[in-house]
Nanobody, 121 residues
Framework: QVQLVESGGGLVQPGGSLRLSCAASGSIFRVNAMAWYRQAPGKQRELVAAITSGASTNYADSVKGRFTISRDNAKNTVYLQMNSLKPEDTAVYYC???????????????WGQGTQVTVQV
């Protein structure tokens, strides 16, 4: 059993910052790529940022220069530092991880429960 637990969401004013965390726990052999997605009301879920096990990163154009994804492999944790937040960043943010639970098994995609980020005056 694998769980992803997110934390760090909340309400912030435009221009403010938040840091999201997501820790993977359970029966884990290896955590491969990790990512953050978000879903705003009435919109499809979209990729915000992703990071490989080797720390290569990619970002959605809308967050480049404002958001930074990082990870701590020893803690199986991924972070999303969000600066210069805008009202259009308001969404539920989901953690995603590609995890191998046993060496003989294929990796599987796991999702966190989501954390609300609201940017408003």
């Amino acid at each position: 059993q694998v769980q992803l637990v997110e934390s760090g969401g909340g309400l912030v004013q435009p221009g403010g910052s938040l840091r999201l965390s997501c820790a993977a726990s359970g029966s884990i052999f290896r955590v491969n790529a990790m990512a953050w997605y978000r879903q705003a009301p009435g919109k499809q879920r979209e990729l915000v940022a992703a990071i490989t096990s080797g720390a290569s990163t990619n970002y959605a154009d809308s967050v480049k220069g404002r958001f930074t994804i990082s990870r701590d492999n020893a803690k199986n944790t991924v972070y999303l530092q969000m600066n210069s937040l805008k009202p259009e960043d308001t969404a539920v943010y989901y953690c995603n991880a590609d995890i191998t639970t046993r060496p003989s098994l294929r990796p599987y995609d796991y999702w966190g429960q989501g954390t609300q980020v609201t940017v408003q005056v």
